[in-house]
């Protein structure tokens, strides 16, 4: 064994590995931190209560990002409430349940596959199955399912890793004391497993908010100056859906067209945006990541 | 009442509701189509909501072509569109029963961009253009003095529109004579902003972009006269643009109305007030009005409902804007 015969060596390896990964999370992080300053540096005359609140307009200086800002989390929200209670029962399905035969081989294969799809097919999927055939038109709807759809797969591949990591004892346990499948998964699996399925839940929204291109191919605009019907109503039943018929757009869209303009203050306006996707994204993250730390206090092995 | 039962009543009410509000967007007027076209219609939509209150108007992006694609499906009011319709496009109309006016709303000139370091290119032909751009130069002609004799023994450094944008086919079909040929070892980019740096850093540097770029960017950038039909050499600008001297880089653009959806007051209304506030609002985004003439010519395309385009489902490059309103207009393409 020459590692065990050069102790010294040995530990000079460890140091050098560790010096590595500083290095390289220094680097990561300083990256993301010269991005963001960069962003803020252009964007910060244009960040104001006006900004948020105002729609877009041909004036650089009076055009604001409130239908995008509405247009995102309403998507957003049909994503979510679509893609992580399907995703993780999902995970739970081929985890907890499904016997381990050919069949459940092939669409563990297909989902690890379908992670891997480019944005770009699932919008035309999507163009095709929702737009067309479902006549879901152009919608919010709409574009929360594609979205749904494309982090389907990353919900449920984190669900089942999450599964994974919980030792077989508890099960056992369990069942030991006489509980059935669903209370096992109920009581145990899934509060236990609750940190790694939301840390997944992170990685799918923080990747549905950016996409752009599957939004554009189901027909998000580019200029609405107006927002989609309120969810709730003053007469009963006081809740309406109509909202999710709504024609839409979202910030990276409004962002891309302010970029390309030939005046240079839209280009301002265009790192005000990111920065306003940014803190939409870093909050949604520190939502999950407070959930998370809850969800971990009560463990107890 | 059980638990269960208010469960299923309260589903059931968010499900009417749903329904109930379905009607929603009556008042709607959809657009789609080019990137070119859509400051203007922007500027318009803005203008009209706050003089309209009540009355909605959307424009998406997906270019000339995938505009026409939502248009002939019916899904949009107008489509904008930096080219005159297609053959393809005009048949697609036809199956699906769409009838659409043709309305020139504005100009677009491309501009010819070097270096304000240069200082030996004092207008170019559009021989000279040919020269650079056709599909034979590529790899081959790479100094400026292969193009002229009189011009110096520099590489030569171009940046073009992207492939897919209407700007690189209109640049083409009049330099080149035909749509999409030319060669390709020069920097490309759909995002004109990106041309503007690289013409604006490189001192060898020749560049085409869209009028509007060049004028937001005056004092980086210097415009080559282009030597026009009558051998005179032209500078872009307004004036020589709207009196069609400036040829034949420059073209009109277009908005296609739906015949039916003018039955709409909201529609109808939107169209009216596009041709009379669109040439202050044209300037103000930076592109070239039509002469006033031509906005009365299609307010009454408007009225008679006149359906058809004056191209016949082929582009064309230094077509007078007088020469195109005379034209007679047609639905079935020509040959």
């Known amino acids: 064994m020459l590692a065990a015969a050069h102790p010294r060596r040995r530990r000079w390896l460890d140091a050098a590995f560790l010096l590595l990964g500083a290095a390289l999370i220094v680097l990561s992080l300083g990256t993301l931190a010269a991005l963001l300053l960069d962003l803020l540096r252009d964007g910060l005359s244009r960040l104001s209560l006006e900004f948020l609140t105002s729609f877009p307009s041909r004036k650089p200086d009076q055009a604001g990002v409130k239908s995008a800002i509405v247009g995102t989390c309403a998507v957003m929200f049909v994503t979510a409430v679509t893609a992580l209670p399907l995703g993780v029962a999902s995970g739970i399905y081929l985890e907890e349940y499904a016997r381990k035969n050919w069949r459940t081989a092939i669409i563990e294969i297909n989902i690890a596959n379908l992670a891997g799809v480019p944005s770009i097919i699932w919008g035309l999927m999507a163009l095709g199955l929702l737009v067309y055939a479902l006549g879901l038109k152009r919608s919010i709807l709409t574009a929360g399912l594609t979205l749904g759809l494309l982090v389907l797969p990353i919900v449920i591949v984190a669900t089942r890793e999450a599964i994974r990591a919980i030792p077989q004892g508890i099960r056992e346990g369990a069942y030991a004391l006489g509980a059935s499948r669903w209370q096992t998964v109920r009581h145990h699996v899934l509060p236990y497993s609750m940190s790694g399925i939301l840390t997944g839940a992170i990685i799918a929204m923080s990747r549905a908010i950016g996409e752009t291109a599957p939004l554009i191919t189901i027909g998000a605009l580019t200029y609405i100056a107006f927002l989609p019907p309120s969810p709730v109503t003053p007469s009963p039943p006081f809740v309406s859906l109509s909202w999710l018929d709504s024609p839409f757009t979202v910030l990276p869209i409004q962002m891309f067209n302010w970029v390309s303009r030939p005046d240079p203050r839209f280009h301002a306006n265009a790192a005000a945006a990111g920065v306003v996707l940014m803190s939409i994204t870093l909050s949604m993250n520190a939502l999950a990541i407070l959930l998370r730390y809850r969800s971990r206090r009560v463990i107890r092995w | ?335």
Request: charge should be neutral; include cysteine; glycine fraction near 8%.
């Open chain 2, 1 to 335: 009442m059980t638990r269960k039962k208010m469960r299923q009543n309260a589903a059931t009410l968010i499900f009417l509701g749903w329904f109930a509000g379905a009607a929603f967007g009556q008042a709607l007027v959809r657009i789609d189509g080019s990137s070119t076209v859509y400051p203007i219609t922007e500027a318009v939509a803005e203008e009209f909501m706050s003089a309209n209150p009540g009355m909605q108007v959307v424009v998406g992006i997906s270019g000339t072509g995938g505009g026409f694609k939502k248009f002939y499906r019916g899904e949009t009011d107008l489509s904008n569109a930096s080219r005159p319709i297609q053959v393809a496009e005009m048949e697609e109309c036809k199956k699906a029963g769409i009838e659409y006016i043709e309305l020139p709303i504005a100009f677009d000139a491309l501009t010819v961009m070097v270096n304000p370091a240069n200082t030996f290119v004092e207008s170019m032909t559009i021989e000279d253009l040919r020269t650079i751009w056709s599909p034979e130069a590529q790899g081959k002609i790479l100094k400026w003095n292969q193009v002229r004799s009189e011009w110096p023994d520099q590489p030569l450094a171009l940046y073009g529109a992207g492939t897919d944008s209407g700007t690189f086919d209109y640049f083409t079909e009049a330099v080149t004579g035909k749509a999409k040929s030319s060669r390709g070892d020069f920097t490309a980019s759909e995002d004109d902003n990106v041309l503007v740096q690289g013409v604006s850093k490189d001192k060898n540097a020749l560049g085409y972009f869209g009028f509007a770029y060049y004028i937001e960017n005056q004092d980086k950038l210097k415009a080559v006269p282009i030597v026009n039909h009558e051998n005179k050499p032209v500078l872009p600008s307004e004036a020589s643009v709207m009196d069609g001297s400036y040829t034949p880089l420059s073209r009109p653009i277009f908005i296609y109305v739906n015949r039916k959806s003018l039955d709409r007051p909201e529609v109808r209304k939107f169209v009216e007030f596009y041709l009379k506030e669109g040439p202050a609002l044209t300037r103000e985004v930076r592109y070239v009005p039509l002469p006033a003439g031509a906005y009365k010519a299609a307010m009454e395309r408007v009225a008679k409902g006149q359906i058809g385009t004056a191209y016949g489902g082929h582009s064309e490059t230094g077509l007078h804007i007088d020469e195109l309103l005379k034209r007679p207009l047609s639905t079935e393409p020509r040959k």
